[in-house]
């Protein structure tokens, strides 16, 4: 079984530059890829970045040029650095790995899908 787990959310003044960590336990074999997504109350739930094993990346219109993503492989573990922050970008933000491949051993070779964390509060105020 695989877990993730992020870290770093809290409370945080306009312009200021957290750094978001997911971390994924487990016998991890390989993260195809990684994406964060927040849920600001009242509203939905969407995606804020993504990055591939290969290190392609992605980011939604409303934080391109202010966050960043990446993956530690050998830490096995995601981050999203987050400058320059608005009132706006307050949510909870969430760690997704789409498919992640793990031993599970004397079984063998596993594949675990739509995998989330709990979780993180970012509260930004002004």
């Known amino acids: 079984q695989v877990q993730l787990v992020e870290s770093g959310g809290g409370l945080v003044q306009a312009g200021g530059s957290p750094r978001l960590s997911c971390a994924v336990s487990?016998?991890?074999?390989?993260?195809?890829?990684m994406n964060w997504y927040r849920q600001a109350l009242g509203k939905q739930r969407e995606l804020v970045a993504g990055?591939?094993?290969?290190?392609?990346?992605n980011y939604s219109d409303s934080v391109k040029g202010r966050f960043t993503i990446s993956m530690d492989n050998a830490k096995k573990t995601g981050y999203l650095q987050m400058n320059n922050l608005k009132p706006e970008d307050t949510a909870v933000y969430y760690c997704?790995?789409?498919?992640?491949?793990?031993?599970?051993?004397?079984?063998?070779?596993?594949?675990?899908?739509?995998?989330w964390g709990q979780g993180t509060q970012v509260i930004v105020s002004s």
């Open positions: 487990g016998n991890i074999l390989n993260i195809n890829s």
């Open positions: 997704n790995a789409p498919r992640i491949l793990f031993s599970d051993l004397p079984t063998g070779e596993k594949v675990a899908v739509d995998n």
């Open positions: 990055i591939t094993s290969g290190g392609s990346t």
